[in-house]
T-cell receptor
Framework: NAGVMQNPRHLVRRRGQEARLRCSPM?????VYWYRQLPEEGLKFMVY????????ESGMPKERFSAEFPKEGPSILRIQQVVRGDSAAYFC????????????FGSGTRLTVV | QKEVEQNSGPLSVPEGAIASLNCTYS??????FFWYRQYSGKSPELIMS????GDKEDGRFTAQLNKASQYVSLLIRDSQPSDSATYLC????????FGTGTSLTVIP
């Protein structure tokens, strides 16, 4: 039973390019959460999705960031026109139901904007 | 006021000692409480969950919850060098809130 799978592990983008981060939840998990962790800072909630629905995007920046979790395939976090401040570790987590239970995190994608 | 607050540390303890990590939270309606361990460059790993007042023990780890005082703590007995990591407190409210973490170093 594979855990939460994220790819790529490391992603380097030039300023102005697009970054696409992928997350496949654990088998049987239908709830996906994206978090961002800046160096020396805690995990910041970005967005909570179920299949084909965004449940809570209160942590998403208003511009350039979007997320989806289609009926088929992984969840995608997309960052358009990346800037250096977007450099961070992006973690995806999944759970079988709502947030009452602890999350299982993927290994993360380290985004570096040069 | 942050939803979840932890001392950033670093906290250093000698091998074999008890490490005590503390966390306070602001939302009195919070129902579920978790401790995660995060090694440098790795993802957070769930190590303890607690839902009711009192103590919960799992091996060398004990989580303590006091809802009246709005604090959660994690005790690590017989600390080992492999316990050296950052420990994140997480609390569920409207969202799943994480503290910034406490860095623990266990000195051999």
């Amino acid at each position: 039973n594979a855990g939460v799978m994220q790819n790529p592990r490391h992603l380097v983008r030039r300023r102005g390019q697009e970054a696409r981060l992928r997350c496949s939840p654990m088998k049987g998990h239908s709830h996906v959460y994206w978090y961002r962790q800046l160096p020396e800072e805690g995990l910041k909630f970005m967005v909570y999705l179920q299949k084909e629905n965004i449940i809570d995007e209160s942590g998403m920046p208003k511009e350039r960031f979007s997320a989806e979790f289609p009926k088929e395939g992984p969840s995608i976090l997309r960052i358009q026109q990346v800037v250096r401040g977007d450099s961070a570790a992006y973690f995806c987590a999944s759970s079988p139901s709502n947030r009452v239970y602890g999350y299982t995190f993927g290994s993360g994608t380290r985004l570096t904007v040069v | 006021q942050k939803e979840v607050e932890q001392n950033s540390g670093p906290l250093s303890v000698p091998e074999g000692a008890i490490a005590s990590l503390n966390c306070t939270y602001s939302d009195r309606g919070s129902q579920s409480f978790f401790w995660y361990r995060q090694y440098s460059g790795k993802s957070p790993e769930l190590i303890m969950s607690i839902y009711s007042n009192g103590d919960k023990e799992d091996g060398r780890f004990t989580a303590q919850l006091n809802k009246a005082s709005q604090y959660v703590s994690l005790l690590i007995r017989d600390s080992q060098p492999s316990d050296s990591a950052t420990y994140l407190c997480a609390v569920t409210g409207n969202q799943f809130y994480f503290g910034t973490g406490t860095s623990l170093t266990v000195i051999p």
